[in-house]
């Protein structure tokens, strides 16, 4: 079970890293929108859409990188922290629909219940 743990916290990292990107392309799109249009009003709205969109997007994928980093780790509040993540990323459709049934079925399987288990033990 070590293999699909790694294999989680890769997905779990490199999907926050996908959304933190589409963040960029997103607030960089409207705010280049913004600079076109002559109206004073629409080009104040795409930029607060812009600056909104963007916190959202790094507010949902910075749990993410959390969970990936501590799943290399061992650690307990990770494995839980990701299957929480896990859960929302089903709505996520298709790679996050993909990604979210993967992780649920990897981080509850008794083995991999048993290896954090052993790394809560062996840290004390």
Do not use: C
């Not at 989680?8 to 990107?21: D, E, H, K, T, Y």
């Not at 109206?39 to 949902?60: E, P, R």
């Not at 501590?70 to 494995?79: C, P, Q």
């Not at 929302?88 to 992780?103: L, Q, V």
């Amino acid at each position: 079970m070590e293999k699909h743990i790694n294999i989680v916290a890769a997905f779990q990292i490199g999907l926050s890293i996908f959304n933190l990107l589409i963040a960029f392309l997103i607030f960089t799109v409207l705010k280049l929108v913004g600079g076109f249009v002559d109206d004073v009003n629409a080009t104040t709205v795409l930029s607060i859409i812009a600056d909104v969109l963007a916190v959202v997007f790094i507010v949902i994928s910075v749990p993410g990188i959390l969970a990936g980093m501590g799943l290399y780790k061992r650690k307990e509040w990770a494995r839980i922290l990701t299957l929480i993540l896990s859960v929302i990323e089903i709505f996520s459709f298709p790679f996050g629909t993909a990604i979210g049934i993967y992780s649920i079925w990897a981080l509850i399987q008794p083995e991999t219940v048993a290896a954090f288990g052993e790394s809560r033990e062996s840290s004390f």
